[in-house]
């Protein structure tokens, strides 16, 4: 979903350009892949952080995780 959706979400008390930084800062560290007009898609790093599978400090896999969805760098597939 864009950032501005995002920011306006029930439970975010976060103004849009804070959301935007953020979502580039993760994108920074191979967490989001950046689509244009401010759309990202979650990688499968992003996705293994978010289930503490994924140490984004050291860039590492804890216990063996597997990636399956797009990484740092690759272009998504379509659907």
Do not use: F, H
Request: hydrophobic fraction near 30%.
């Amino acid at each position: 979903m864009p950032v501005g959706k995002i920011a306006e979400e029930d439970g975010v008390r976060i103004q849009q350009p804070s959301v935007s930084r953020r979502c580039s800062k993760l994108a920074d560290n191979g967490l989001l892949i950046p689509l244009g007009n401010g759309v990202y898609q979650i990688t499968e790093e992003g996705e293994g952080y978010l289930d503490e599978e994924y140490d984004a400090e050291n860039s590492a896999w804890m216990n063996g995780g597997e990636q399956n969805g797009p990484t740092a760098g690759e272009e998504p597939e379509e659907i």
